[in-house]
């Protein structure tokens, strides 16, 4: 197996996992996961080849270890990044770290001045542990800039955070006030 084929089965994970699970004709349960068998007849069923071996080669080598298995193994999910509003990972909230970042471009910024962040079409905001990685968060858009978050004020005035099993800060929103432009 190539890494590029291991990439397009991330992709098509991604996709039916956080997204459109209905491409394969199926529904995520109200944590967000599938039945592996169910899903892997239902991708070959579609067309999209996939196996138990290459599911678990890609949950094990996924370099931003987007997905996980269930303790009995029969089950993935991905661990963040869904637009079906339905799902709810049932994290516990966390003290996050006195300063997140978030990486965005210069598209965003006049409105991110106007509403702070806002989930958009993602169940959260998505929060960085620290600036590389949001550096390469808004590289996927173009040049990066990067914003720091006050999330020490934000957790002091009651904001709940949540860390997903990948690392990545979860929260509803940040309003302006929290926000740090360079
Ligand atoms: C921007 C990837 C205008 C925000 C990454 C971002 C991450 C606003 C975009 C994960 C705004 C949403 C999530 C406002 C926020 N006005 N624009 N008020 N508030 N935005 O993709 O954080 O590889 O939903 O800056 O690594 O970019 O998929 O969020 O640019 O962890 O696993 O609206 O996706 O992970 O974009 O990325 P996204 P994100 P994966």
Redo the contacts with the bound molecule.
């Keep these: 197996k190539t890494d590029k084929s291991l990439v397009t089965i991330s992709k098509f994970l991604?996709l039916v996992l956080r997204h459109q699970p209905e491409i394969v004709g199926m529904t995520l349960d109200e944590e967000g996961w599938l039945d592996i068998h169910e899903l892997i007849s239902a991708a070959n069923a579609r067309g999209t080849p996939l196996s138990l071996e290459l599911v678990h080669e890609v949950v094990a080598t996924n370099d931003?270890k987007?997905f996980a298995l269930s303790d009995d193994g029969r089950r993935i999910r991905a661990n963040?990044?869904h637009s079906v509003s339905r799902v709810d990972l049932n994290l516990n909230p966390q003290t996050p770290p006195d300063t997140l970042f978030?990486?965005?471009?210069a598209a965003?910024i006049e409105?991110?001045r106007a509403?702070?962040?806002?989930k958009?079409?993602?169940n959260h905001?998505?929060l960085s542990a620290d600036e590389s990685t949001a550096t390469?968060?808004g590289s996927?858009?173009g040049k990066p800039i990067i914003l720091r978050v006050n999330t020490a004020a934000m957790h002091h005035d009651g904001h709940r955070f949540y860390r997903s099993a990948n690392g990545?800060w979860l929260v509803d929103a940040v309003p302006v006030e929290y926000l740090k432009f360079p």
Aim: glycine share 12%; hydrophobic share 25%; aromatic share 4%.
């Design positions: 991604s931003k987007r963040q990044g978030h990486g965005t471009v965003f409105s991110i509403s702070g962040l806002q958009r079409s993602r905001v998505h390469k968060v996927r858009r990545v």
